[in-house]
């Protein structure tokens, strides 16, 4: 079967680092997506990983490792509006995203 | 309109009754789709379209139906609403041509049936 697995809540500090974990067992791969999520307002995408390694972009970075079906978002200089949810998105064998639960992320001052 | 627009924004409906969700994007993309989303569940596809004349079912395709009959519109359809399909519902675009074919959402649609 396919499963994305995502802890459900995390809570950071304003100004640390925080480190969003996303393991995966799907059928097929065609690509990982990470996207925002604030609540009541549709996701919004941050990243794409295809192959493995980090891909960083401003204060957002994904890590990719295809062969531990496994990746992360890190999120550095937490800010107050960094509180969302965040989902990680696996492209499937057939070209569908197949979504994880998503991550709420509490940034506390 | 910039992107992708959803109509109504939110509507309460009755069990019973028939309702039509409405989407349109102006990025001329080729690929639509829609998804419900429940709390504590990921997305689920429900219809997708990879071009317009052409649709296909997702996971929970039952009590839904869609059609494609020009690029920009992607219109769902619930035939005789049950309260199971409360929920929210994205629709969602991307270019299935360009190497990330990205989606981009809509605004959401907040669904009640009583």
């Known amino acids: 079967g396919q499963n994305i697995d995502q802890p459900t809540e995390m809570t950071a500090t304003e100004g640390a680092i925080v480190q969003i974990n996303c393991t995966y067992q799907?059928?097929?791969?065609?690509?990982l997506f990470w996207y925002q999520q604030h609540a009541g307002e549709a996701p919004t995408f941050l990243s794409y990983n295809v192959l493995d390694g980090l891909e960083e972009k401003g204060r957002f970075s994904s890590f990719l490792s295809r062969s531990k079906g496994y990746s992360y978002l890190l999120l550095k200089e937490l800010q107050m509006k960094d509180s969302a949810s965040y989902l990680c998105a696996i492209m499937d064998s057939n070209y569908q995203l197949i979504w994880g639960a998503g991550t709420k992320l509490i940034i506390k001052p | 309109i910039a992107g992708i627009t959803q109509a109504p924004t939110s509507q309460i409906l009755a069990a019973g009754r028939r309702m039509t969700l409405r989407c349109t994007q102006d990025?001329?993309?080729?690929?639509m789709y829609w998804y419900r989303q429940d709390l504590g569940l990921g997305l689920r596809l429900i219809h997708y379209s990879n071009t317009a004349g052409t649709t296909g079912k997702g996971e929970v395709p039952d009590g839904y139906s869609v059609s494609r009959a020009n690029t920009d519109d992607f219109p769902l359809t619930l035939a005789s609403a049950v309260p199971s399909q409360t929920s929210v519902y994205f629709c969602?675009?991307?270019?299935?041509?360009?190497?990330?074919?990205?989606?981009?959402f809509g605004p959401g649609t907040r669904l009640t049936v009583l």
């Open positions: 969602a675009s991307s270019d299935s041509t360009s190497p990330t074919d990205t989606q981009y």
């Open positions: 990025m001329r993309h080729n690929a």
């Open positions: 799907t059928s097929g791969f065609n690509g």
